[in-house]
């Protein structure tokens, strides 16, 4: 039996030595914290803390993003963690290797039957929705959808109307004062104090067709953001990209705004029928007597909603106007 070991040994294959793979990992505890303000072919822009004080803004530094990161994604008001090369010199680069919990998310789909994500920014508290009076004229199964975004993610909606003075405000504004969301109404070169006062330390993203005034706004209220403004097409009345990527500036007046490329439709695949009553305490609270599965909806026979308005603890007018966001979930038309 020995001889027989001894001439399979000569046949077996010479083992390796190689050092055990260490489970000691990079110590990134010296990190600095930084926020990404823009995106632009795999390079990110990032704005670095001031240790001293925490105040951003003081730094602008370019960087990459780690291997340790593997797919994960790095997006605009994202806090991360970087490494390398902060100086922020000219042709310096460093290195993102952390990315901080996110508080919110504001994401959308290409349309309600596709399956995958796409979030459009991280951390912002409110959305800003812009829509121009006219040319191109407001759509308003588009603010509905992206109210609908905006409760879902946990985010406060302002509702921000442009060029009053080529239109009226009133039945837009009509539309969603049941709901409670804020509507402030601009104009060409008209008084934004208003305005200024609803983003004032705050993180804001301002999402719209493109054409109705989010890069004129940026521009009045960051007066060296230099944002490429674009005109409506007299045939489409549609106006035409000008932002290609989302970008972060800081307000001079305390608060960060986003400004994102225009966008025609607002897919709501991911967003659940209990995720938005939430953001309506007192519609939520009486839809707890709701059967199981309902979806509030002015067809379903037993929703307690009916009820309410029936006995007057719910005003109709709200109701309504909650079933009508929600029933734009459900309409494929292109906005």
């Not at 439709?265 to 939430?278: P, Q, T």
């Amino acid at each position: 039996m020995a001889r027989q070991d001894d001439e399979h040994a000569r046949f077996e294959r010479p083992r390796r030595h190689t050092r055990p793979r260490t489970k000691v990992r990079p110590n990134y505890d010296e990190a600095a914290t930084a926020r990404v303000v823009t995106i632009d072919r795999g390079r990110y822009t990032v704005t670095l803390d001031e240790p001293s004080t925490g105040a951003r803004g003081t730094r602008v530094i370019t960087a990459m993003k780690s291997r340790n990161l593997g797919r994960k994604g790095v997006i605009v008001g994202d806090e991360v963690r970087v490494v390398g090369d902060i100086s922020g010199d000219e042709g310096s680069l460093a290195r993102i290797v952390e990315v901080m919990p996110r508080r919110t998310v504001l994401r959308r789909t290409a349309d309600d039957d596709d399956p995958i994500e796409r979030i459009i920014v991280a951390n912002a508290d409110q959305l800003v929705i812009v829509a121009a009076l006219a040319d191109p004229p407001p759509r308003a199964g588009l603010i509905d959808r992206c109210l609908v975004a905006a409760f879902d993610a946990g985010m406060e909606p302002l509702v921000c109307l442009t060029k009053s003075d080529l239109g009226s405000p009133d039945e837009i504004v009509a539309m969603f004062e049941p709901l409670g969301v804020r509507v402030l109404v601009t104009r060409q070169d008209g008084d934004l104090d208003a305005v200024r006062d609803a983003l004032r330390d705050r993180t804001s993203v301002l999402v719209g067709h493109s054409g109705v005034g989010k890069s004129t706004l940026v521009n009045a209220l960051v007066p060296d953001a230099r944002r490429s403004v674009s005109y409506v097409n007299a045939v489409t009345g549609r106006g035409r990209h000008t932002s290609t990527s989302a970008i972060s500036l800081e307000l001079p007046f305390g608060g960060w705004i986003i400004d994102t490329p225009g966008i025609r439709s607002f897919g709501l695949a991911h967003v659940e029928v209990d995720d938005i009553i939430k953001a309506f305490p007192d519609l939520q609270e009486v839809a707890r007597g709701c059967p199981r599965g309902c979806l509030h909806s002015a067809t379903e026979p037993e929703c307690a909603l009916d009820v309410a308005v029936a006995d007057g603890t719910l005003a109709a007018a709200r109701v309504e106007s909650f079933r009508r966001i929600l029933a734009s979930r459900d309409q494929k038309d292109e906005y």
